[in-house]
């Protein structure tokens, strides 16, 4: 089965780069994503990476992709204050039926910024 | 544009009464999720839809939910009757089939007492 592991907790400074690790176990996996949530909101698309990519860069979000290793991490550079919140990763195979993505979570890293 | 509307944000209710939570996708999204998300875990896909069809509800407890997408546009999720287990936040998403992206509602967080 699918399992996508975090660590839960991650304190950085502000200024400072932050690295959020995730592993996943589906090696049939088409897009391993990044997800936002801020306190009492939806989920909100960071980033995403299709697996036959080894890196992508969006402004202050680099996102790493270990395919060997089934690693996935998020790099955040300069973080702020308004940068914390709970972030998951997700993985998603495409499906048979309808082409659809159902991406599966992790249980979230949540990200403190202290000044 | 607006984004996927749900309500109620928040419900509460005593255990064995029914509540029904909906939710309006994007315009022109075809598919639509229900999660469930417990307090300091992810979310766990409960149904998905394609258009008005239900295509993956094998984590669907169908002895007391049920959900329905009719004209596969708004889509409403029931729960009868609730148990106190069933306190969480109940998030709906919408995408195009032909992307990865899911674009997620606020939830309906249900407490039951």
């Known amino acids: 089965g699918e399992d996508v592991e975090q660590s839960l907790f991650l304190s950085v400074r502000e200024g400072d780069s932050s690295v959020i690790n995730c592993t996943y176990t589906?090696?049939?996996?088409?897009?391993l994503y990044w997800y936002k949530q801020e306190p009492g909101a939806g989920l909100q698309l960071l980033t995403y990476i299709f697996s036959n990519m080894d890196m992508k860069q969006d402004q202050r979000l680099t996102v790493l992709l270990n395919k060997k290793d089934k690693h996935l991490s998020l790099r955040i550079a300069d973080t702020q204050t308004g940068d914390s919140a709970i972030y998951f990763c997700?993985?998603?195979?495409?499906?048979?039926?309808?082409?659809?993505?159902?991406?599966?979570f992790g249980r979230g890293t949540s990200l403190i910024v202290h000044p | 544009e607006a984004g996927v509307v749900q309500s109620p944000r928040y419900k509460i209710i005593e255990k064995k009464q029914p509540v029904a939570f909906w939710c309006n996708p994007i315009?022109?999204?075809?598919?639509l999720y229900w999660y469930l998300q417990n307090l300091g875990q992810g979310p766990e896909l409960l149904i998905r839809y394609e258009n008005e069809e239900a295509v993956d509800d094998s984590q669907l407890p169908k002895d007391r939910f049920s959900a329905e997408r009719l004209k596969g546009v708004d889509s409403t999720l029931k729960i009868q009757p609730a148990e106190l287990g069933d306190s969480a936040v109940y998030l709906c998403?919408?995408?195009?089939?032909?992307?990865?992206?899911?674009?997620f509602g606020e939830g309906s967080r249900l407490t039951v007492l």
């Open positions: 589906d090696s049939s996996s088409t897009y």
């Open positions: 997700a993985e998603s195979p495409k499906t048979l039926s309808g082409g659809s993505y159902i991406p599966t």
């Open positions: 998403a919408s995408s195009l089939v032909s992307t990865g992206e899911l674009f």
């Open positions: 315009s022109g999204h075809n598919t």
